[in-house]
């Protein structure tokens, strides 16, 4: 795990909650479906949280573990975990008992935050016999009295090493392992962002990516920072997500591509203009015709490409509507930061060249919880200063002038009949084909060629033959399913685990 030099360091409740309440008091800060809290009553709550917490028993640096939707309550769970010294850590509800119960053996949670459906259980698993069970809708956010001044005392600094944040991310493997996420770097990372997307005391930041999911939860540490209002919408509200807008004048909303496709297909049928002037975009990446789409159905609002992995949040950002100017890039590097494309010893590579993508700076975390080996694969130390350099094990290139362009996956990349290709670009030449809606390529493995998912109002055969017209013929799969959707992930990703699920059904005649 990674060891900073300053002895001790800000509070993150402190470096967002507080001064936000202290700054702005009755500003809004959060709202849901069921209502608002301005800033002053978002931190009373997030007092409340922690005296609880106390009062349970946990001590600093012991895990409370939340999983509920995207409320309000989220919020003060978040900030009051942070100010009383324990370790917060998000998990969605959509994660089924199979990969939860790896979780919760390996969060070892002193408290489990969970809803009344679910305070038995999960899908008929247990909650740890050594954890304390709390239902979030009967936790009592009743405001604690501030002493003195809006806000009242600051939150404590903590010790250097003191996580804020435990982050799951499934990855490729059965059991998904934990992005330990110390207070320094979670502050340097959102404030670094911060500087490059210019939220204002004016924006309201439509989240409807899952608070769970690091690209959402940040979203209230960017609103925080610059007094901005968070305007959540869960799954269930989705059909309803663009009247939301309408009516709490969201004007900037981060997306994956299901979330833009959505509301793209709302616009058609609502026509009335809105308040938005931005979307952002990580995760998965927003397709071309996508892109136009948004631009079409909301004029005015510029489009923000980024790329990140949750090792260290963000890694670059694209100034607003810049891939019009360079198709295919997501961006330069987060102040205060350096991106390095390497070779397999480690060593950069000139610009145009393709490689790793290695990144260095504060906002690089402190390595996986519980997993040595892994950390060390990934978090290697820099000849010289002492720094490290995260090996994130995504591909790409630089141009001269600094911009990213990423490539895929160390997985996506392969060879075929002697020609070295890449599954993004593959994909992103079905989806010029007009008629392509979405795609996505499976590489080949075990001893299947590649294969390629449509959706969209071609038929394969049509597909493929315009695909011919843009790659070489060794890049163009034998094999093409439409379907009505690509399946996804909780976090708006491209399941391809069931889209190999769907191949063997189909093999086997099911």
């Not at 795990?1 to 809004?28: I, K």
């Not at 100010?83 to 990969?99: I, K, L, T």
């Not at 390629?452 to 399913?481: M, S």
Request: glycine share 10%; charged share 20%; with cysteine.
């Amino acid at each position: 795990m990674t060891t900073y030099v300053t002895s001790r360091v800000e509070n993150a409740a402190d470096v967002f909650l507080g001064r936000a309440a202290a700054a702005a008091p009755d500003a809004p800060a959060v709202r849901d479906r069921e209502g608002v809290w301005t800033y002053a009553r978002l931190d009373a709550a997030a007092r409340a949280f922690a005296e609880r917490l106390t009062q349970l028993g946990v001590r600093p640096g012991e895990r409370v573990l939340a999983r509920t939707g995207s409320t309000r309550a989220f919020l003060a769970m978040l900030y009051g975990t942070w100010r009383h010294g324990a370790v917060f850590v998000p998990v969605s509800p959509a994660m089924r008992a199979f990969h939860l119960k790896s979780v919760l053996a390996d969060a070892d949670p002193a408290v489990v935050v969970v809803t009344a459906a679910e305070r038995d259980g999960a899908e008929g698993l247990p909650w740890p016999a050594g954890a304390q069970v709390l239902v979030a809708e009967e936790t009592d956010f009743t405001p604690v009295a501030p002493a003195g001044l809006p806000g009242g005392s600051p939150a404590p600094p903590v010790p250097h090493d003191r996580l804020a944040l435990l982050i799951y991310t499934s990855g490729s493997t059965a059991a998904p392992k934990a992005v330990a996420c110390p207070h320094a770097p979670v502050a340097f990372a959102a404030r670094a962002i911060a500087a490059r997307l210019r939220y204002g005391p004016g924006d309201v930041v439509l989240t409807a990516v899952p608070l769970s999911f690091d690209y959402g939860l940040y979203q209230a540490l960017l609103c925080a920072l610059a007094g901005a209002e968070l305007l959540l919408s869960d799954a269930d509200g989705h059909a309803r997500l663009l009247g939301f807008a309408h009516e709490h004048g969201a004007t900037v909303v981060p997306l994956v591509p299901s979330l833009g496709e959505l509301l793209v297909r709302l616009a058609q049928r609502d026509r009335r203009p809105t308040k938005i002037r931005m979307f952002t975009n990580t995760g998965a990446a927003l397709n071309p015709p996508l892109i136009a789409s948004l631009r079409d159905r909301f004029p005015g609002a510029r489009v923000v490409p980024m790329f990140g992995t949750t090792e260290c949040k963000r890694i670059t950002v694209l100034e607003p509507d810049g891939d019009l100017a360079r198709p295919g890039s997501v961006g330069t590097a987060l102040p205060g930061t350096e991106v390095l494309v390497v070779d397999e010893e480690g060593r950069p590579l000139p610009p145009g060249e393709t490689g790793e993508i290695a990144v260095r700076g504060p906002h690089i975390m402190a390595g996986y919880w519980n997993a040595p080996e892994p950390t060390a694969l990934r978090f290697r130390a820099a000849e010289g200063d002492g720094g490290l350099t995260l090996h994130t094990g995504d591909y790409g290139r630089l141009d001269a002038d600094g911009h990213l362009y990423f490539q895929g996956r160390r997985d996506d990349l392969f060879k075929r009949r002697g020609l070295r290709m890449s599954a993004v670009e593959i994909e992103a030449a079905a989806l010029d084909v007009d008629g392509v809606e979405a795609a996505s390529l499976l590489v080949p493995e075990d001893g299947r060629d590649m294969v390629l998912f449509t959706v969209g109002t071609l038929t394969a055969d049509e597909t493929l033959a315009r695909l011919a017209e843009r790659l070489e013929q060794a890049k163009v799969p034998e094999t093409c399913h439409v379907l009505p959707a690509l399946p996804l992930t909780a976090n708006g990703k491209t399941d391809r685990k069931q889209l190999k699920t769907y191949l063997e059904n189909a093999h086997d005649g099911r």
